[in-house]
T-cell receptor
């Protein structure tokens, strides 16, 4: 049973436009959500997170939205840049339980 | 220093070899993790150490043996591996283990990984 799902394996966007990456989860106990970015041959890098007590968190070009009733979160990148091309993993955890559950990842390609 | 380092970057070993992967962080983090990642798949948790004690073992075969000599170091000892164990092995750390007071404790900082090939 996959508790965190990223249903789009890939996404292609033109430079300057908005990228929207989606993530769904099934475990209602999850209360902390994170997005990681991964370049080839590197480890994942933390990007942005959101607690279940919020519905939006913004950091520069990156905004994460959480819809608890739908068990859905999304990452918005605007404007998208070619350097944003990477694999994006959504992760969810029960805060301080000691582990995160990762989605399968979405490969974002931003075209110049 | 916000870096997690891993050595070696690449490792090729035979099925009868014994080798070790090393991970180091100097951020004062008290939780450290080992993940295995296959191509086009998410990181798969193997072990979690919290305050230098093994707190989570995700039913990993005994041919993988973790060790946490101190709060900055995490090792993964490998023995009698199989070709299907070939993968990217990632180490991560986070601020604190149990009893943490900060909401950011679940944010993990990953190393670059060790690319392991078992022949």
């Amino acid at each position: 049973d996959q508790q965190v799902k990223q249903n789009s394996p890939s996404l292609s966007v033109q430079e300057g436009r908005i990228s929207i990456l989606n993530c769904d989860y099934t475990n209602s106990m999850f209360d902390y959500f994170l997005w990681y970015k991964k370049y080839p041959a590197e480890g994942p890098t933390f990007l942005i997170s959101i607690s279940s007590i919020k519905d939006k968190n913004e950091d520069g070009r990156f905004t994460v939205f959480l819809n608890k009733s739908a068990k859905h979160l999304s990452l918005h990148i605007v404007p998208s840049q070619p350097g944003d091309s990477a694999v994006y993993f959504c992760a969810a955890s029960v805060l301080r339980a000691g582990k995160s559950t990762f989605g399968d990842g979405t490969t974002l390609t931003v075209k110049p | 220093d916000t870096e997690v380092t891993q050595t070696p970057k690449h490792l090729v070993m035979g099925m009868t070899n014994k080798k070790s992967l090393k991970c180091e962080q100097h951020m004062g983090h008290r939780a450290m993790y080992w993940y295995k990642q296959k191509a086009k798949k998410p990181p798969e948790l193997m072990f979690v150490y919290s305050y230098e004690k093994l707190s989570i073992n995700e039913s990993v075969p005994s041919r993988f043996s973790p060790e946490c000599p101190n709060s900055s170091l995490l090792n993964l000892h490998l023995h009698a591996l199989q070709p299907e164990d070939s993968a990217l092995y990632l180490c991560a750390s986070s601020q604190e283990g149990e009893g943490a007071g900060s909401i950011s404790t679940d944010t993990q900082y990953f190393g670059p990984g060790t690319r392991l090939t078992v022949l």
